[in-house]
Structures are given as structure tokens and as C-alpha cells.
């Protein structure tokens, strides 16, 4: 049994040091560690911290302590998550999946019948989430280049710079038509410049 527990404990080490060494390594992407490149760590803090409570739960003051810091928890998270509940899904910075839905509709819509193609800029960069959605709710582009251009983007509260960036290349692309928003979702219908 004592043995077992030390493989386990080996093991759950090489779980949580491997990796945090890799991201104290990290230097791609310019150096942002993105939270969504942690979520791996998920299971592993679920395991320390049931670990952690079954450990002081064999003990008087143990049982305090976790009553304490469930009630502390409990005090100091309750007006966030109740904002959470309460919040304005067309504030101008929020983007969450209803209003992501509601701008890939807006665009299978208003295309129509007409051929179209769609760039989409998000702060990670690379779309997967919108490609899912366009896939999902059948919205399929053209391969070929088209006159009719939607772009799509997010705000990017925190690098702003890379957004005005994207916007301008795309003024050398397409002449905006109309321009639609949804929170911090902006949908812009585009007919592309010839060249």
C-alpha cells in the first residue's frame, strides 16, 4: 500500500512538473501563454486540491478549516457568479457562443443564395471556434475568391493594435456594404476590389 502511494505520488509530480517546466520554457506564439493552453492542468488541480481536503478532513480542526474556507469561498464568489447570471450579452465587449450563433446566422441570411466568402479574426488567431459553428449550422463558403466578403471579428481589448491591423489589410480587400454587431462580435458584408 505504501509503495502504491509513493507511484501515485511520483506520478502525479510528473503530471504537474513536466508541463509547468514546459511553460516556464514557453517563448511561441510572442510569448503569450494563452489560459486556454493550461486547461490540461484542470484534472490535475481537482486531484491536489480532493487530495488536500480528504487529507484535513481526518482531523477536528481540519473540518473547521474546510467549513471556514467553504463559507470564505462561498462570500467572495457569490457576487461574481450572480453578475455572471445578470449579464448584458450585447455589452459591447462580450462575446459569448449566443452571440456568436446569432452573427454566423446574420451571415447565412444575408447571403442568401449568392456565393460568398468569410475571414474571421479572433484574438487567438486561428477561428476553430467559428469554423465549428459555420460547419455545424451548414454555412459553406466558396473556395474560389467571390465579390460578396464577409469579415467577422472580435474585439481585442487587450492588443488592439492587431486588430486595427487585420481591419486595414481587409480595406485593401473589400469595400464594407454593411456592417452589423452583435456585443463584441462585428459583422461586416464586403464586396471585394478587383485588382
Given amino acids: 500500500m505504501e509503495n502504491n502511494r509513493r507511484d501515485i505520488l511520483i506520478l502525479f509530480l510528473l503530471f504537474l512538473g513536466v508541463p509547468l517546466v514546459g511553460y516556464t520554457l514557453y517563448t511561441g506564439n510572442n510569448g503569450n501563454l494563452y489560459s486556454y493552453y493550461l486547461t490540461g492542468y484542470y484534472l490535475i488541480i481537482i486531484l491536489l486540491f ?5 487529507c484535513f478532513w481526518k482531523f477536528k480542526v481540519g473540518k473547521l478549516f474546510i467549513f471556514a474556507g467553504l463559507i470564505l469561498y462561498i462570500f467572495f464568489s457569490l457576487k461574481p457568479t450572480l453578475a455572471k447570471f445578470n449579464l448584458d ?8 457562443l449566443q452571440n456568436q450563433l446569432i452573427a454566423v446566422n446574420w451571415i447565412k441570411f444575408d447571403a442568401g443564395e449568392e456565393k460568398f466568402n468569410i475571414d474571421v ?5 486561428i477561428p476553430h ?18 465579390i460578396l466578403l464577409y469579415t467577422l471579428y472580435e474585439v481585442d481589448p487587450p492588443h488592439p493594435e ?3 491591423a487585420w481591419l486595414k489589410r481587409q480595406e485593401k480587400i473589400g469595400k464594407v456594404i454593411y456592417e452589423e454587431k452583435f456585443g463584441g462580435i462585428t ?7 478587383n485588382d
Fill in 89 to 96: 450579452i450585447f455589452g459591447p465587449t462580450e462575446i459569448v
Fill in 129 to 146: 471556434s467559428y469554423d465549428y459553428l459555420f460547419l455545424w449550422n451548414n454555412i459553406k463558403q466558396e473556395t474560389n475568391q467571390t
Fill in 187 to 193: 459583422v461586416q458584408r464586403r464586396e471585394r476590389i
Fill in 50 to 54: 480532493s487530495y488536500s481536503v480528504a
Fill in 121 to 125: 479574426y479572433v484574438p487567438p488567431v
Fill in 162 to 164: 492587431r486588430l486595427e
